[in-house]
């Protein structure tokens, strides 16, 4: 978003959604979100500088109400808008073409999440099929007597270990893909999504060698 509030632009639009009416500063960090599809929020501390400064230079003055300062354009401030209509009409077509190329990035980035899920179910799956084979093998073999190679006691292929298993990574499953189709997500909590499954996954290899 640095780009398209370049040069004061973030400044211009907020004059802007404040000539829609007075409004509180999380107003209009919640305005910008939803301009965005929540897919950018800014900050509190890119919000009240800016807020301060236009209040400074007379284009917004604010009141107390219930705690909290409510801002609101001065006549000032709507000169500055009607002098500026051309930038601020740019500004409007370059926010939008920002949230075309956000939305993009955002599904790459979730199907790169769903890949991930699917390749870590997959994995987990193998880890229990593996796991069954190699207890089953090893019971029958000789009755309760722990396999070759295997690290822990032997449990039948009914262990409530085995059931509990099962359970967690089916809510798991459900749980990640839940929120992966959840629309707060940002861009930034995918990519660490995106880590830790490939982390997860890395660890069940490890654990399979």
């Known amino acids: 978003m640095t780009a398209v509030f370049?040069?004061?632009?973030?400044r211009l639009y907020l004059l802007k959604l404040l000539d829609d009416g007075p409004k509180h500063g999380y107003e209009l960090i919640r305005l910008l979100e939803e301009r965005f599809l929540?897919?950018?929020?800014?900050?509190?501390?890119?919000?009240y500088p800016r807020l301060q400064r236009l209040e400074a230079e007379g284009l917004v003055t604010h009141t107390a109400a219930g705690g909290r300062k409510v801002y609101e354009i001065t006549e000032a401030g709507r000169a500055e808008l009607r002098q500026r209509a051309d930038e601020l009409s740019t500004l409007e077509s370059d926010i939008g073409a920002a949230v075309e190329d956000l939305s993009a990035l955002a599904g790459e980035i979730r199907t790169e999440v769903r890949g991930s899920v699917r390749d870590l179910k997959r994995e987990l799956r193998e880890v229990a099929r593996q796991?069954?084979?190699?207890?089953?093998?090893?019971?029958?073999?000789?009755?309760?007597?722990?396999?070759?190679?295997?690290?822990?006691?032997?449990?039948?292929?009914?262990?409530?270990?085995?059931?509990?298993?099962?359970?967690r990574l089916a809510a798991f499953t459900v749980e990640v893909g839940a929120l992966v189709r959840a629309r707060r997500l940002s861009d930034n909590q995918l990519r660490t999504a995106i880590r830790l499954l490939d982390g997860a996954l890395e660890g069940l290899r490890r654990l399979l060698r």
């Open 38 to 47: 929540g897919l950018y929020a800014p900050s509190a501390g890119t919000i």
């Open 6 to 10: 370049s040069h004061g632009r973030l």
């Open 131 to 167: 796991t069954r084979q190699t207890r089953q093998g090893g019971w029958t073999a000789s009755a309760g007597a722990r396999p070759a190679g295997d690290g822990g006691s032997a449990r039948p292929d009914d262990s409530p270990l085995l059931a509990d298993f099962d359970q």
